[in-house]
C-alpha cells in the first residue's frame, strides 16, 4: 500500500543530515559517491539533453534565439552520454531509501535512451507524464513540428518493491477532485520567476517552472522527507522543497549557478507545518471492522439499518454480521444482497437512525478513527 501519512518536518537522525538543505559543487558522479547510500527519499532529475542546436537558430524578424550551447550539455557520442547516464543514474538509486522513488525529465533528444537505462538498472517504471506546454517556443525553420512537450518518467526503485509515496488524493484535490491525469498542462518559466544573472540575460537556458516541480513533489513526497537533485542548475528542485517543508540536497557544478540558487533559497519562506498536510486517500486511513462499532457499543446488537430511503433493513448481530429475512453476512454482503449486486460498500450504504434522520455508518467508522493512535 503507497505510504501516505503525515510526516515530521523534523525527521530524527537522517544518514544525509551532513548534507541537509545544502548544495555540494562539483560532479554530480563523484558528488553522488559521497552520499551515505539509502539516504534519499526521492530524485528528482533534470540531466543534459545532448539538444545542441546545428548553427544558429534565427526567428521571423531575424532576431538570434539563444539555444543551449553550454559545455555541460555537451557529449562526443551517444555512447558517452548512456554511460554518463548509467553512471549517475548507478548512484542515484544507491543512495535512495528502499521505499524510494526517481523522477526525471527529458526531450525527444534524450527520454529514450535515459529511459532504456532506467529500466536496465531495475527502476520500476510508474508512469510517463507529458508536461505539455501552454506557451512553447515555436518551431522557426517551419521543418518540424513544434516541440510543445517535454517527458517525465516516474520510477520506483525496484520493481518488487511494495511500498512507495503517491498522494493520490492530494493530486486529485488540486485538479479540482478530478483524477489526475498524465499530461499536464503548464507553461514555462517565464515573467518574475525566470531568473536573471549580472547581466541581465537568463541566470539558466532550462529553468524549470516552479509549478511543475510542485506538483512532482507533492504527489509523491511526504513533509520531513529528503529529496536529491544531481543536476541543481538554479535550485527550483530546493526552492519548492524547501516551500512545502521537505529537505533538499543540491549537487552542481557551476560556481555561477551556485551562487543564483543560493541567492533564491535564502528568500523562500517554508510554508507553515500545519498548511502543508495534504488531503489523504481513504485507502491509507487505519483499518476498522464493523465489529469494532458494535464493541465500542455505538451500535447495540439487535439495531436496526437501512439503505437509502429505507428501501432495505437488516438488524445488526453481536458478532457484526447483518441478518436481513433471507440472509446473513458482513454489511458488504448483505448490503450487496439485499440490492441484487455482486458487491457494495457497506459503510455508505447502511444508515442507522438517529431522531427520525438516517445518518450513514461511515461517521461511526470515522469517530473510532479519530479517536485511533497517529501512525
Request: charged share 25%.
Amino acid at each position: 500500500m503507497p505510504r501516505q501519512q503525515y510526516a515530521q518536518t523534523k525527521p530524527a537522525a537522517s544518514p544525509a543530515a551532513p548534507y541537509l538543505n545544502k548544495i555540494i559543487q562539483g560532479e554530480c558522479v563523484e558528488a553522488l559517491a559521497r552520499l551515505p547510500e539509502a539516504s534519499v527519499d526521492l530524485v528528482f532529475a533534470d540531466p543534459p539533453y545532448n539538444l545542441q542546436l546545428e548553427g544558429e537558430l534565427h526567428r521571423p524578424n531575424n532576431s538570434r534565439v539563444e539555444g543551449v550551447d553550454d559545455s555541460w550539455d555537451k557529449f562526443d557520442s551517444f555512447a558517452a552520454y548512456d554511460a554518463f547516464t548509467r553512471d549517475w543514474m548507478r548512484q542515484a538509486r544507491r543512495v535512495l531509501k528502499p521505499n524510494g522513488a526517481l523522477w526525471v525529465i527529458g526531450s525527444y533528444h534524450n527520454i529514450f535512451r535515459v529511459g532504456a537505462v532506467l529500466q536496465d538498472l531495475g527502476f520500476w517504471v510508474m508512469n510517463d507524464v507529458i508536461w505539455r506546454k501552454t506557451n512553447p517556443m515555436p518551431n522557426f525553420r517551419g521543418m518540424r513540428f513544434t516541440n510543445a512537450h517535454e517527458t517525465l518518467i516516474w520510477a520506483t526503485r525496484d520493481a518488487s518493491q511494495k511500498k512507495y509515496t503517491f498522494n493520490y488524493n492530494a493530486m486529485k484535490m488540486l485538479n479540482d477532485e478530478l483524477q489526475m491525469r498524465s499530461d499536464w498542462t503548464l507553461p514555462l518559466c517565464t515573467g518574475g520567476e525566470r531568473l536573471k544573472n549580472d547581466k541581465g540575460t537568463k541566470a539558466h537556458p532550462t529553468q524549470k517552472p516552479e509549478s511543475l516541480l510542485h506538483r512532482v513533489i507533492l504527489s509523491t513526497s511526504n513533509p520531513g522527507d529528503v529529496i536529491l537533485d544531481p543536476f541543481f542548475g538554479t535550485g527550483t528542485t530546493g526552492a519548492v522543497a524547501k516551500k512545502l517543508g521537505r529537505h533538499y540536497i543540491g549537487i552542481e557544478r557551476q560556481e555561477e549557478y551556485i551562487k543564483v540558487a543560493k541567492k533564491r533559497l535564502s528568500r523562500v519562506t517554508p510554508i507553515a507545518e500545519e498548511d502543508l498536510k495534504v488531503s489523504e486517500s481513504k485507502r491509507a486511513a487505519p483499518r476498522v471492522p464493523f465489529g469494532a462499532i458494535v464493541e465500542r457499543g455505538l451500535l447495540e446488537p439487535g439495531a436496526k439499518l437501512y439503505g437509502p430511503r429505507r428501501r432495505h433493513a437488516a438488524k445488526v448481530r453481536a458478532d457484526g454480521s447483518l441478518v436481513c429475512a433471507d440472509a446473513t453476512g458482513s454489511i458488504h454482503k448483505i448490503g450487496a444482497h439485499v440490492q441484487g449486486l455482486d458487491a457494495c460498500n457497506g459503510w455508505t450504504f447502511w444508515h442507522f437512525e438517529v431522531e427520525r434522520q438516517l445518518k450513514p455508518i461511515d461517521l461511526l467508522r470515522q469517530k473510532v478513527r479519530a479517536e485511533m493512535p497517529a501512525v
